[in-house]
């Protein structure tokens, strides 16, 4: 695995959060508390603060401790459901470099665990609807996996509009979600869009 790999993936997303912070504060004041562009601004500051520990260590366990800090440092919905996310998924990375089944299962492990801590599944109207999508087309893609990550991200991510939220502060609104993208599955695409452009970086 390149021996940059943690640091280009800490590095930029956490330009790219920053970049955005504004963008998720405002869904998330459409069908939420406004929090969502705060809360991971903070969270990817927290990781970059712990970034002479992060670099050092290999891809499993930097994911784990950038998991840690999340779970630590961010209040809301999203800190302890991206922490936990983290956590499994770095827990579970194997291979050294990962090919693509390491990959996918150890993402698999990640997703699992979302779901687990948030009881919720696709079709809710969360981060969910991209993560799903996105792990199932890397599980079952037939040519380039990171062009059908990015693909599922984006098609994940429209299909929230549409959605009624029944998990999380958005449920609140019940049949008034409906029209507005989700905040967290907003932040995941976006997060999925960053990791395919560094892994581009590094074949
Ligand atoms: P809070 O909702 O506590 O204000 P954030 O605004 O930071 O926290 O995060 C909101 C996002 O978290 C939502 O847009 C949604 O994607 C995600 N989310 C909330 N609850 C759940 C859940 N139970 N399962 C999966 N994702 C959830
Ligand atoms: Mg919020």
Redesign the pocket.
């Known amino acids: 695995m390149a021996p940059d790999l943690v640091r280009r993936l800490r590095e930029e997303t956490a330009a790219r959060i920053a970049a955005h912070t504004d963008e998720l504060t405002a869904?998330?004041q459409a069908?939420?508390?406004?929090?969502?562009g705060f809360?991971?601004k903070r969270g990817f500051e927290a990781i970059a603060a712990a970034a002479e520990d992060l670099d050092a260590l290999a891809l499993g366990p930097a994911l784990q401790k950038a998991g840690m800090t999340l779970v630590m440092k961010?209040?809301?919905?999203?800190?302890p459901?991206y922490g936990s996310f983290l956590m499994a998924w770095g827990k579970a990375m194997t291979g050294d470099p990962p090919t693509r089944e390491d990959f996918a299962a150890s993402l698999a492990e990640g997703v699992a665990a979302?779901?687990k801590?948030?009881?919720?599944e696709a079709g809710?109207?969360?981060?969910?609807d991209v993560l799903v999508p996105v792990l199932d087309a890397i599980t079952q893609a037939q040519g380039d996996p990171i062009a059908a990550a990015r693909q599922a991200a984006k098609d994940g991510l429209e299909t929230t509009r549409d959605m009624k939220a029944t998990?999380?502060?958005?449920s609140f609104l019940g049949e008034r979600s409906i029209g507005h993208i989700?905040?967290?599955?907003r932040?995941?695409a976006l997060l999925v869009e960053t990791v395919c452009d560094v892994l581009e970086e590094n074949p």
Request: net charge positive.
């Open positions: 869904l998330d069908i939420g508390d406004g929090d969502h809360n991971m961010v209040g809301g919905a999203s800190g459901l979302v779901k801590r948030g009881r919720s809710e109207k969360t981060m969910l998990k999380g502060r958005a989700d905040p967290g599955a932040s995941s």
